[in-house]
Structure formats: C-alpha cells, structure tokens
C-alpha cells in the first residue's frame, strides 16, 4: 500500500538550470515520510519525545529520471520497501503526471534516543509500518 503527498513546485525551490535543486527532493521525502508517520499514528514527537526511539538514516540511494520545473505539480508515493528486526527501508517514487521523475529508498534504524544503541522495532510500530 502506497501513501501519497501532493507539492506544486516553487520559485524558491529550483536552481540556475531552472530545474528542482536536486537535494530540494530529500526535504519532499522527509515531509512526505513524517506525514505518513503521523498518518499511522506515530508522529515523530511521540516517536522520538516520548517513545524515545531516535530514528537516523544510514542509506539512501536516488535515481532523477526527468527534470521537474517551477510550476510543476508533483505526486511523491511512499512506501515501506523492507522492515528488518532494527531498520525500515522507505521507498519513494516521485511523478508528474504518468512520468517518473524520481526514485529513492532510504533506510532508517531505530536506536534508543538516550543511548543511542541499536534496539528492534517496537511491535505496535512495526505492525503499523505493515499496514501503512
């Protein structure tokens, strides 16, 4: 199951080429994760305020297939690529229209806030991060 976020692209968000400023599209994808985390009921100030579970990237990997312009509507569909015992891989597929402009999947661990040691994924997440 796929979750989607809509952008129309701004002024401020393209480079001298006139095109989107490429790392422009890892902020998309970190607003269109923290909107499905909190459509699934683990907004990240509870994730990581109260819950106490950091959640930092250890890879991303990205494919620009097709120049997105000032002006141009997006669809950014994300979702969760592979659930390990301590890590969810996101993948996120950006289009204008039918066309694929952009790919990327970026994996998360979950460690403890506190200690920043490695923990597994909470059931109650995980189970959630299945369903998405």
């Given at each position: 199951m796929a979750y989607k976020m809509s952008w129309k692209i701004?002024?401020?968000?393209?480079?001298?080429?006139?095109?989107?400023?490429?790392?422009?599209?890892?902020?998309y994808f970190q607003r269109t994760e923290e909107?499905?985390?909190e459509h699934i009921?683990?907004?990240y100030p509870?994730?990581?305020?109260?819950?106490?579970?950091?959640?930092?990237?250890?890879?991303?990997?990205?494919?620009?297939?097709?120049?997105v312009r000032y002006g141009d509507a997006i669809d950014i569909n994300l979702q969760v690529a592979r659930l390990g015992t301590h890590s969810v891989t996101f993948g996120f597929r950006?289009?204008?229209?039918?066309?694929?402009c952009a790919e990327a999947q970026i994996t998360h661990?979950?460690?403890d806030k506190a200690s920043f040691k490695t923990v597994e994924l909470?059931?109650?997440?995980?189970?959630h991060l299945e369903r998405g």
């Open positions: 701004s002024f401020g968000e393209i480079d001298y080429a006139s095109i989107v400023y490429y790392p422009n599209f890892f902020d909107a499905f985390m009921g683990f907004p509870y994730l990581i305020g109260e819950m106490g579970i950091a959640f930092p990237i250890v890879h991303v990997e990205s494919d620009f297939k097709r120049a950006v289009f204008r229209g039918r066309d694929l661990v979950t460690v909470p059931p109650d997440l995980r189970a």
